[in-house]
C-alpha cells in the first residue's frame, strides 16, 4: 500500500470556501490519506458550515484558540498519522489527482525525503474561475549551494502545493509560531539551508484563491518585515568558515 498523506487543513473565518477545500482534498484519486481540518479560533459560521455539509464524520476536525496558520499547521502535522503533510489553505484547491501525482513523480526520485515537494498552479478567483496559470521556478538540476542562494533572494514554491515528509520537521522543527505571515519561507529556508531543498513537480495540482482582503496594506507590511526576519535568521544558519 501506498504511504498514507495527512492532508491539513488550517482554517480561519472562511466559511465561503471551507466545503470546498474539505472536497477537494476527500475526492482525491489517491486513497489511503486522512483529511484534518484545524479551526483556529474562528468567529464566523466556518464550523456550522461544515456541519450542515455532512462532512463532520469524513475528516478529523480540531478545534483551538486562534494563534494564526503555522500554530494550526503545527497542530495538524502533530496529530496526523500519515507519512507525508499535504498542506491545503482553507480558501484554495486540490485537483483530483494532485496527490496520486505527485507520488507518482516522487517514487521515482532516490532520497526522496530530502525534498520539499511543490508544483505549478492556477490561479482562481472567488467564484473559482481561472484568473491565470502560474508556472514556478525549476532549479531542481542545480546545486544546493546555488538553490540557497536562489531561494534567499527570491521566494519560490507556494505552501499549499506542497508535500513534505513527515520525518522533515524531525530534522528542522516545526512552523514558526511566532511569525503570522512568512511561515512557509521561514521553513523552506531552514531546510534547504540544512540540505532539504525545494523540488518541483511539473505539473498543475492546485488552484490557489485570490479574493478581496486577502492582502490589505497591513498585512503587507507586516510580510516585508517578517521577510528580512526570516533571511537573517536564516543566515545564521550557515557553517562558519
Known amino acids: 500500500m501506498k504511504d498514507k498523506i495527512s492532508v491539513i487543513i488550517p482554517t480561519y473565518n472562511t466559511e465561503k470556501y471551507i466545503v470546498s477545500a474539505i472536497n477537494s482534498a476527500l475526492w482525491q484519486t489517491y486513497e489511503n490519506k486522512e483529511i484534518i481540518v484545524v479551526n483556529d479560533g474562528s468567529t464566523d459560521d466556518t464550523l456550522q458550515v461544515i456541519e450542515k455539509a455532512g462532512l463532520l464524520d469524513k475528516i478529523i476536525l480540531i478545534n483551538k484558540k486562534n494563534g494564526g496558520t503555522a500554530s494550526a499547521l503545527n497542530t495538524g502535522i502533530k496529530h496526523s498519522s500519515g507519512k507525508w503533510i499535504k498542506w491545503l489553505s482553507s480558501d484554495d484547491l486540490l485537483y483530483t489527482k494532485c496527490l ?42 542545480e546545486p544546493l549551494s546555488r538553490k540557497n542562494a536562489i531561494l534567499y533572494s527570491n521566494y519560490y ?25 512568512g511561515d512557509d519561507y521561514d521553513l523552506w529556508l531552514r531546510a534547504s539551508f540544512k540540505g532539504i531543498d525545494l523540488y518541483l513537480i511539473e505539473t498543475i495540482q492546485a488552484g490557489y484563491r485570490v479574493h ?27 557553517p562558519e568558515d
Open 212 to 238: 478581496a482582503g486577502q492582502m490589505t496594506q497591513t498585512k503587507l507590511n507586516t510580510v516585508i518585515k517578517n521577510v528580512e526576519i526570516i533571511r537573517k535568521r536564516a543566515l545564521e544558519l550557515l
Open 157 to 181: 514554491g507556494n505552501g499549499t502545493t506542497s508535500l513534505i515528509h513527515k520525518s522533515v520537521f524531525d530534522k528542522i522543527g516545526y512552523f514558526d509560531e511566532s511569525l503570522r505571515t
Open 100 to 141: 496520486e501525482k505527485m507520488i507518482e513523480e516522487i517514487d521515482k526520485l532516490k532520497d526522496k525525503e530530502k525534498h520539499i515537494y511543490y508544483t505549478n498552479y492556477e490561479i482562481i478567483d472567488e467564484n473559482g474561475f481561472l484568473v491565470k496559470t502560474f508556472i514556478e521556478p525549476n532549479h531542481n538540476s
